[in-house]
Nanobody, 125 residues
Framework: QFVESGGGLVQAGGSLRLSCTAS???????????KAWYRQSPGKQRELVAS???????TYADSVKGRFTISKNNSKKTVYLHMNTLEPEDTAVYYC?????????WGQGTQVTVWGQGTQVTVSS
C-alpha cells in the first residue's frame, strides 16, 4: 500500500505539502510507474488531481492547475503534492497510487480541510 501524510486544517489561501511513500511490500516497484494523487470529497467520486511520469512529465486537473505541483524523489521513493492558494473546494481525503490506479495499493489517505476566510457581519442599532 501507499502511505500518505501531511494533511491538516488550513485557512483558505494557505498551503500544505503532502507526502506519499510505499509500504515495504511494493517499494521495489515504486520508481518505474507513473504516480498520481487523487482526492475524494464526501458524496463525490474519487478524482485524479495530478500525476508524474517516470521521466518527470506531469499532468494536472484543471481545477488545480497553477496552484498544485506534484514532484518526486526517486532516492527516497517519495511523491509530494505541494498545494498553494488552497480553497474550501479542495477539502477532501487525498490519496496516492499509481496511474492507472491499482486497487490493492489504496492507503488510508490524508485529510485536507480548508476553511473559508469568513464574512464580516455588522449589526447596528
Amino acid at each position: 500500500q501507499f502511505v500518505e501524510s501531511g494533511g491538516g486544517l488550513v485557512q483558505a489561501g494557505g498551503s500544505l505539502r503532502l507526502s506519499c511513500t510505499a509500504s515495504r511490500a511494493i517499494l521495489s516497484t515504486f520508481n518505474p510507474y507513473t504516480k498520481a494523487w487523487y482526492r475524494q470529497s464526501p458524496g463525490k467520486q474519487r478524482e485524479l488531481v495530478a500525476s508524474i511520469r517516470h521521466d518527470g512529465g506531469t499532468t494536472y486537473a484543471d481545477s488545480v492547475k497553477g496552484r498544485f505541483t506534484i514532484s518526486k524523489n526517486n532516492s527516497k521513493k517519495t511523491v509530494y503534492l505541494h498545494m498553494n492558494t488552497l480553497e474550501p473546494e479542495d477539502t477532501a481525503v487525498y490519496y496516492c497510487n499509481t496511474f492507472p490506479a491499482y486497487e490493492d495499493n489504496w492507503g488510508q489517505g490524508t485529510q485536507v480541510t480548508v476553511w473559508g476566510q469568513g464574512t464580516q457581519v455588522t449589526v447596528s442599532s
